[in-house]
């Protein structure tokens, strides 16, 4: 307990009474960018203020649900106290919550109870009740955890939240939990946390309740590389001495632990030779801006070895120099059996074409919804008489879409999703035969919506990329003109994130060359949707900057002259 601790001020108790109206508006985070809790609040020590009333409720309650459960005897103590015991997740408010969430959710188990005694199938049941409950995921200005019996009343925040609605409510119920994370993704520029359900074999089994069911077999769908646990114990330290006080936090810290044995145990270890005399190596992550460092081993004998590195991603062995990480060898694609070193090649010259800078992944659901979505125009508003521009019958390669029309002069133009898909618009703009742009005079929907919806309609002219209109299902939009208007062309971005190549955009290409870095090859402004770079190196990992616009930046390879994200 002597390094349990939580945060009070103003400024939480104000950001917990505004999250449960959903992400904060543009006014709102400009108001609040300066706050940060770790300098702002006060930090009270649990040792401090904690009564023995909280405790002895936590472990007499914990203790007589554990012993109720039939899978108890399956697990050791030092699980019960890890998974099932602790009064607390981290630096969220001291609260008597366990009689509060057992109360509600043990009808859940009892009934539960009758049909099996398998402790991943009766979690599975109890998350389905957390799911229909409902949760609002967003994120916006960063504050400790919010509480037990807040999140009870409120189910908003990030994925952490969630984490901790899942592992208060299993907590109570006798069900060992745990929440697991990676520090930064592979693919994308995040850290994600998601929950585990300690089996009775020992193995975690992940989920995110807000996501799909619990299920032993389901295969998690997002690239980890490195998989850590938040431990309410003290953890044995794997350093012999003690560490530079500017290594990753997250690394030595002593309430992590590593724990991508349970995903990746089958994977071969990655070995890299080090030709610098350090006492440590790291495995890092490019992420567009920096190295993040993902894992840590000693050098022995010139060789570092890094185990359990999932399969399938781009690591960079680096250096922590300074505080930063700096490489000191090539990048490495990682194989379940073999691992491939991107050596470049300059004697091999090739070419290649260049359309996103970052994974397109879940951007491709985004563009996929307009799919059967249509363009109409028409002389009334009741498009009786309308006339089709066109039919969207595939996904877009680009983040957008120009048409070009010859009509004789309309009024109306109108953008109808299909019936089970809602309208996502980034932006819709209209130009006459010279090229001048034709403003709406009014946009309205073809049945009432509330007031959020009509402020949104601005977001479809705003020349922001990244943002966007999003409808009810099966939604028509009508644009009126004002008057009878001579249409020339049409540009239709579908909601997307901005990373296709953009046209009129400035970029930049790198190669990484092991220990010296990335190495330029040269600028470019892009002419159209794509980037073609003559006489790239072979066998090379490569990364293109926009200097224009945006921060999603990712890392890939070449095959046959295309782009691999992984």
Avoid at 273 to 297: P, T, V
Avoid at 316 to 345: A, I, Q, W
Avoid at 469 to 487: N, T
């Amino acid at each position: 307990m002597e390094t349990k601790h939580y945060y009070e001020g103003w400024q939480i108790d104000s950001l917990k009474a505004i999250k449960p109206y959903g992400r904060m508006n543009d006014d709102q985070m400009s108001e609040w960018k300066w706050f940060d809790y770790h300098k702002h609040c006060n930090r009270v020590e649990h040792l401090n203020v904690i009564s023995s009333r909280l405790l002895i409720e936590n472990v007499d309650m914990a203790c007589d649900v554990w012993k109720a459960r039939p899978w108890h005897t399956s697990y050791s103590f030092e699980d019960f106290c890890e998974y099932v015991l602790p009064y607390c997740i981290e630096d969220e408010p001291l609260e008597e919550w366990r009689r509060t969430y057992y109360d509600k959710y043990s009808p859940i188990v009892d009934s539960i109870l009758l049909k099996t005694t398998d402790v991943v199938e009766v979690a599975a049941e109890v998350a389905k009740v957390l799911k229909n409950e409902g949760f609002d995921n967003h994120a916006d200005v960063a504050v400790p955890h919010l509480g037990a019996l807040y999140l009870m009343k409120n189910h908003v925040g990030c994925c952490r939240e969630n984490c901790d609605i899942a592992t208060y409510a299993m907590r109570s119920l006798g069900i060992p939990i745990a929440t697991d994370f990676y520090i930064t993704s592979p693919s994308y520029n995040s850290r994600h946390f998601w929950s585990a359900i300690i089996d009775t074999t020992g193995i975690a089994v992940p989920f995110n309740y807000t996501e799909k069911p619990i299920n032993r077999n389901s295969e998690y769908d997002r690239k980890m590389g490195k998989v850590y646990r938040n431990m309410f114990g003290m953890q044995k330290s794997k350093f012999i001495d003690p560490v530079p006080s500017d290594f990753p936090a997250v690394l030595v810290h002593p309430f992590t632990k590593d724990v991508s044995m349970e995903y990746f145990s089958k994977n071969s270890p990655l070995k890299v030779n080090s030709i610098i005399c350090e006492k440590w190596m790291f495995l890092s992550i490019y992420n567009g801006k920096h190295y993040e460092a993902i894992d840590i081993s000693p050098v022995t004998r010139g060789e570092a070895c890094f185990k359990n590195i999932e399969n399938g991603v781009i690591v960079f062995p680096t250096l922590c120099v300074k505080g930063r990480m700096s490489p000191c060898g090539y990048p490495v694609l990682t194989g379940t059996k073999e691992h491939h070193e991107f050596v470049p090649d300059t004697r091999i010259k090739n070419s290649i074409v260049i359309k996103r800078k970052y994974p397109i992944r879940n951007t491709l659901r985004f563009i996929s919804n307009m799919i059967g979505g249509s363009l109409s125009v028409s002389n009334d508003n009741s498009f009786k008489n309308a006339v089709k521009l066109c039919e969207f019958k595939d996904t877009l390669q680009s983040n957008s879409i120009i048409l070009d029309c010859d009509l004789a002069p309309v009024r109306y133009l109108r953008y109808t999703a299909p019936p089970e898909k809602n309208i996502e618009i980034a932006e819709l703009h209209v130009f006459d035969k010279n090229g001048e742009e034709i403003l709406f005079k009014n946009i309205r929907a073809d049945h009432p919506v509330d007031d959020l919806h009509v402020r949104n309609f601005q977001l479809i002219y705003d020349n922001i990329w990244s943002s966007f209109y999003m409808s009810e299902k099966g939604e028509s939009l009508i644009f009126d003109f004002g008057e009878m208007v001579d249409i020339g062309k049409i540009l239709f971005v579908p909601r997307n994130d901005d990373n296709f190549v953009r046209k009129g955009h400035r970029y930049e290409l790198f190669f990484h060359n092991g220990s010296e870095g990335w190495k330029t090859l040269g600028c470019k402004i892009a002419e159209a949707d794509s980037l073609i770079y003559n006489n790239v190196p072979g066998n090379a990992v490569f990364w293109l900057h926009n200097h224009t616009d945006g921060i999603e930046e990712r890392c890939f390879f070449e095959i046959d002259g295309k782009q691999q994200f992984i």
